[in-house]
């Protein structure tokens, strides 16, 4: 089955602000489920094109916000292909937080994930690398404090573990 998707830009709301201005919003329709998202970006409504979601006139400040749109359509369509490829489905909504997590500087929840993953079996490799090790009196020396705090964060875990089977 092949999912309908659509994105359009609309102006935000009637009232301008103090500026003159209307902030544009974008639409995104997947299979009729609907999200709405500030793009942060602000026209006056005189030069706004409703058919075509964008800027009429070839001055700077008019292409500029045109190119400005044409970065967001971008980001919608490489937010979307990536969420179909990894899940086989995309919710609208998914598309939003990336989008807004991207722009603040966070990551998504899937980069999130493999971040921690990567950190995860990075900490494993060493823990593992660390007990095979035959700690004695010898070689304690020759590990590095924050090893040694590993291993003493493990083995105190591991008597909770047991202590509360």
């Known amino acids: 089955m092949r999912a309908t998707f659509k994105k359009t830009f609309y102006l935000r709301g009637t009232r301008p602000k103090k500026n003159g201005k209307v902030g544009v919003e974008v639409k995104i329709t997947i299979n009729g489920k609907v999200v709405h998202f500030y793009t942060g970006i602000d026209v006056l409504p005189d030069l706004w094109i409703k058919s075509v979601g964008k800027m009429k006139g070839n001055n700077p400040e008019s292409r500029l916000i045109n190119k400005m749109l044409d970065t967001v359509m971008e980001e919608i369509d490489t937010s979307y292909n990536s969420l179909l490829a990894d899940q086989g489905y995309v919710h609208p909504q998914q598309i939003k937080e990336a989008i807004l997590n991207k722009r603040d500087g966070k990551l998504t929840r899937k980069e999130e994930e493999l971040k921690n993953k990567k950190n995860f079996f990075d900490y494993f490799d060493e ?28 083995h105190k875990s591991n008597q909770e573990e047991t202590t509360a089977d």
């Open 127 to 154: 823990v593992n690398a660390i007990k095979k090790m035959e700690v004695s009196k010898k070689n304690a020396l020759q590990i590095p404090d924050h090893k040694r705090k590993i291993c003493r964060v493990l």
